[in-house]
């Protein structure tokens, strides 16, 4: 079966095709994705906009076979590429690619490791050199490493690695401000809500902490600082480590579109594939206190999403016009699964997110509960306990007995 190379060119159903590519280099990226525990669909195709959007990079995306179906035929040259981008976690790959990768690292090719790509893997001990650090590793495979008093600790104690608390903002640390991927960008800034990867364990040889955060203990983390920007050398290749940029279920994804993940994602790749970065800071940037979504975004929001955003943001008084739209959209889908699984999505984000206005929750709770499932009994009970909206609550959960 010979491999398919989608060469995808839109994100969330808006075409590309007006980006200035004045200042591209002519590097080609290749993203490998298909099997994940995350939002893969949605991850790969912004990581190639993010990649296109620096004017450095072509980028393509290939995408493998679906979990427990024939691998054997997923074959990938990886050669041609300038950056290897790893959005995958899933089956084994067939031993030609194995082999094809671990010889690309070795003779000097560029590599991002993104996000939960650092989950997959762990009985191949080449990819565990090469990402440094990962989940689902043992004491066999290497320590924990962390950050403690600005020292790097290499912590052999037994366990598995790989945790994370609640989904929430933290802060962004430099602790190598002078890497020219961290070099002119503020040693400290807040990332928007994402999954704090905490208790990453493996060799961790050649790898440089560039970034940490604090693994806080009321956000369910280890109270530590985690690494969460590393670089890896193997053989003449380099590798740039992220564990940001959480894409989940739903319609919004902070942490893939804060502009600090980004920045850091483009510098990184540009690192890995050359060994510099030309690329200049940005002049808007998160703050030591506020995170900052990538003005970017605003350009590729969909026609659902920015329905979503109105939702999201109405106020008594204004036109309710989007909800009216909402609900048609679900009655006209009411027997397609997969749409009306995204609009549950959308429903319990909004319900969930601070950003989302009351006047919001008290309609989706009001005119929507009709629809609800089990998996929306505990969302409704948190805010019964909240007295704004303790009444419309109780009337979701009474719609859900009944």
């Known amino acids: 079966m010979k491999i398919k190379i989608i060469a995808i060119l839109v994100l969330f159903s808006l075409t590309l095709s007006n980006f200035s590519c004045s200042r591209r280099s002519g590097m080609k990226a290749l993203i490998v994705t298909g099997q994940s525990n995350h939002n893969w669909q949605r991850s790969s195709i912004a990581l190639k906009y993010i990649l296109e959007k620096s004017e450095m990079f072509a980028a393509e995306i290939t995408v493998s076979p679906a979990t427990g179906e024939d691998m054997t035929g997923f074959d990938i040259d990886f050669s041609p590429y300038d950056v290897v981008v790893l959005d995958y976690t899933g089956d084994n790959w067939p031993e030609t690619t194995r082999n094809n990768f671990v010889t690309y690292v070795q003779n000097g090719g560029g590599v991002v490791i993104y996000h939960s790509a650092n989950n997959a893997f762990p009985d191949w001990p080449e990819y565990n050199d090469i990402i440094g650090l990962g989940w689902g590793r043992d004491e066999k495979t290497g320590p924990y490493v962390y950050i403690n008093n600005g020292e790097v600790v290499h912590d052999n104690s037994p366990g598995m690695g790989g945790s994370h608390g609640q989904q929430h903002e933290f802060a962004v640390e430099a602790y190598k401000p002078s890497h020219p991927i961290m070099k002119g960008l503020p040693e400290k800034w807040m990332h928007a809500q994402d999954e704090l990867y905490a208790e990453l364990r493996g060799p961790a040889n050649n790898m440089e902490i560039l970034a940490y955060a604090h693994a806080e203990l009321r956000s369910g983390g280890t109270g530590r600082n985690e690494p969460v920007l590393m670089t890896v050398n193997y053989g003449k290749g380099r590798v740039f480590h992220t564990v940001l940029g959480h894409a989940g279920g739903g319609m919004f994804f902070p942490a893939l579109e804060c502009a600090g993940f980004i920045t850091t994602f483009q510098r990184g790749a540009e ?24 003005a970017f975004f605003e350009d590729i929001d969909s026609e659902i999403t920015s329905l979503v955003i109105k939702m999201r943001d109405y106020e008594t008084g204004k036109s309710n016009e989007s909800f009216n739209i909402f609900e048609k959209l679900i009655a006209e889908n009411i027997d397609n699964r997969e749409k009306m699984d995204e609009f549950h999505h959308i429903i319990r984000d909004l319900l969930k997110s601070r950003k989302s206005t009351a006047d919001c929750k008290k309609i989706l709770l009001n005119r929507f509960s009709w629809m609800a499932d089990d998996s929306y009994v505990l969302i409704y009970e948190q805010l019964r306990q909240n007295r704004e909206f303790s009444a419309e609550a109780q009337y979701a959960l009474d719609m859900i007995g009944n």
Do not use: D, M, N, Y
């Not at 690192?271 to 990538?294: D, I, M, Y």
């Open 271 to 294: 690192w890995a594939a050359t060994g510099k970065v030309t690329q200049e800071p940005p002049a808007a940037f998160p703050t030591e206190t506020q995170s900052l979504r990538w």
